[in-house]
Every structure is written in C-alpha cells, then in structure tokens.
C-alpha cells in the first residue's frame, strides 16, 4: 500500500471554510477518479503559533501504478483549484509513505 499524503497550513480565519471546501467538494472530486481507495483528513494538534492551522489529507493507493496514474492525469488540476481558492492564504508540502 501507498500512502500520498498532503499537508496543508492555512491561514486563521480560512480554516472553516478550507475543511467544508475539501470534505464537500475536493475529497468527493479526488475519491471521483476511483483510483485512491481511501482517505483521511486529521488537524495536526501540536501546532506552532504561526497564524495557521495545519491539515493532513492522506489517499490510500493499493499499488505504485494507480498512484503514478493519479499523479500524471489529475493532480496539476486539483493543485491549481486549490491554488485558486487559496492563493496566498496556504503552504503545503507533499509525502509519500508506504505500508512497511
């Protein structure tokens, strides 16, 4: 199993409307695709004070194919909605973990 997990830090005062966003309208739009089995959002809880709030998506892939798949047919699109929603008001940073 492989897991591409993103993490988000949001500007205070976006944070509601970043996790409706996500949970009505990304998350369903990414799960769409079929090619994640899963997913997870969690709020980091040990936050530093710097005007943010962080988040953790995680997506679920079974195998390297459907991830490289995922990666080359629709991740630019769902990074540039983001970008436009948030531009200015977030940082993310890309991981990928696998099942050991």
Same mark, same amino acid.
């Given at each position: 199993?492989?897991?591409?997990?993103?993490?988000? @830090?949001?500007?205070?005062?976006?944070?509601? *409307?970043?996790?409706?966003?996500m949970k009505e309208t990304h998350l369903p739009?990414?799960?769409?695709? #079929?090619?994640?089995?899963?997913?997870?959002?969690?709020?980091?809880?040990? #936050?530093? *004070?710097?005007?943010?709030?962080?988040? @953790?998506?995680?997506?679920?892939?079974?195998?390297?194919?459907?991830? #490289?798949?995922?990666?080359?047919?629709?991740? *630019? @699109?769902?990074?540039?909605?983001? *970008?436009?929603?948030? @531009?200015?008001?977030y940082v993310f940073f890309e991981s990928l973990?696998? #099942?050991?």
């Amino acid at each position: 199993m492989i897991l591409y997990n993103t993490t988000y @830090s949001i500007e205070l005062g976006n944070e509601e *409307d970043f996790l409706t966003w996500m949970k009505e309208t990304h998350l369903p739009e990414v799960m769409a695709t #079929e090619l994640p089995l899963e997913h997870k959002m969690l709020q980091l809880l040990t #936050e530093v *004070d710097n005007g943010a709030a962080t988040f @953790s998506v995680q997506y679920l892939f079974n195998n390297p194919r459907k991830l #490289e798949t995922f990666r080359n047919t629709y991740l *630019d @699109s769902f990074k540039a909605k983001i *970008d436009l929603r948030y @531009s200015g008001k977030y940082v993310f940073f890309e991981s990928l973990l696998k #099942e050991v």
